[in-house]
């Protein structure tokens, strides 16, 4: 009888457990210099900004960008700093990113496209 409660509790809790918001993994990738692992959060065009490169680039562009700075700034220390969002849904994250050669501060923020939660504005800035 335990174990029905407990199954039926786990059954209707479910939907209302915290679901991921990508920021997580895409500060893992950045901690690994995985550009494919932050890319695959962004939307088809992408507001990005790289120290003193800034534009809109297209997914593609964007992950060829973010090699580049991996190459010339390797990842040492990687962590979230806050992360919140707006009364329109989107969301937003700061991530302190510390490289073997300087400290640099990322925003990352994410709306719904239609396809779920996305990255429409990617900045790495140094502190």
Known sequence: MKKLLFLLVVVVAAPFASKADGFDDIMVAMRNGQTAGITKF???NVELTLL???????KLQSEQMLKNFFKQHPPKKVSIQHKGSSAQGAQYAIITYEATNGKFRAYIFMKDNG???????FRIERE
């Open 52 to 58: 003193e490169n800034e534009g809109i680039y297209s």
């Open 42 to 44: 962004f939307s088809s």
């Open 115 to 121: 396809n779920g939660l996305q990255v429409n504005e």
